[in-house]
């Protein structure tokens, strides 16, 4: 190979490398649930196992699960009048909130509810984004 045949080659090389570097993960995100204790936490890091790990610690259940995992946005976890979790991910944490209460829709609380038995719309329980979203 010639001096400048190598060249080109390391300089695409190392191109090629940027490339792939800038396209990795900014960041990871894990929303768990405990129906036990009727929470929901989250967890950001910029490895996806200790964000997995940090949300299972701070639900601090033994039923705790990770219902969401999200990478470089925001995910939301949202609760309907009924007690029924609804969850979903955003490119903003509004995003992904709203996207988290739609998905739920409308739902009246259970009998016997001494408030009104008319249809609510769910409440975000929890919401979280990663360093790099928008």
């Known amino acids: 190979m010639t001096g400048t045949a190598a060249l080109t080659a390391a300089l695409t090389l190392t191109a090629g490398l940027a490339a792939t570097a800038d396209a990795a993960p900014g ?7 405990s129906h036990l204790r009727n ?13 997995d790990a940090a949300a299972i610690r701070d639900c601090a259940s033994y039923d705790c699960e990770i219902v969401l995992r999200f990478t ?28 988290a209460v739609a998905g739920l829709g409308q739902s009246a609380p259970p009998f016997p509810d001494l408030g009104s038995a008319q249809p609510v719309a769910a409440h975000v329980v929890t919401s979280a984004c990663t360093k790099n979203a928008q």
């Open 39 to 51: 929470t929901a936490v989250s967890g950001i890091d910029a490895n996806r196992v200790a964000a």
């Open 72 to 99: 470089d946005g925001c995910g939301a976890v949202a609760q309907g009048a009924d007690g029924t979790f609804g969850w979903a991910t955003g490119a903003s944490q509004e995003e992904a909130e709203q996207n």
């Open 27 to 33: 960041g990871y995100g894990t929303l768990a649930l």
